[in-house]
């Protein structure tokens, strides 16, 4: 079993920045793949960003890339998303999740760990 929570969301203006952060507890989390996803009001879950277990193979989604930044610090068992330039459109609760694969997916149905969320506001 895993544990995450995340952290860091709130309202900023747009143009401005915020920086999320998901804390793993439970399994050795260093192990596996992680990932943040998105989902704003009336919409399906959407893929934001992956990073893989030994952290050397990251992607983002092309409405993000250049904006957003995954990282992870293995001593603190924590992933973080470094989120510059927002826009109104990145408006939505973000969640964290991880897998039982040293690889990421970005199928929201790949993964089997899932924090509570954290909203994340972009006033225009």
């Known amino acids: 079993q895993v544990q995450l929570v995340e952290l860091g969301g709130g309202l900023v203006q747009a143009g401005g920045s915020l920086r999320l952060s998901c804390v793993a507890s439970g399994r050795t989390s260093s192990n596996y793949a992680m990932a943040w996803f998105r989902q704003a009001p009336g919409k399906e879950r959407e893929f934001v960003a992956a990073?893989?277990?030994?952290?050397?193979?990251?992607v983002h989604a092309d409405s993000v890339k250049g904006r957003f930044t995954i990282s992870r610090d293995y001593g603190k068992n924590t992933m973080y998303l470094q989120m510059n330039s927002l826009k109104p459109e990145d408006t939505a609760v973000y969640f964290c999740a991880t897998r039982g694969y040293i690889n990421y997916s970005l199928r929201v149905d790949d993964y089997d760990y899932w924090g509570q969320g954290t909203q994340v506001t972009v006033s225009s």
């Open positions: 990073v893989n277990s030994n952290g050397n193979i990251k």
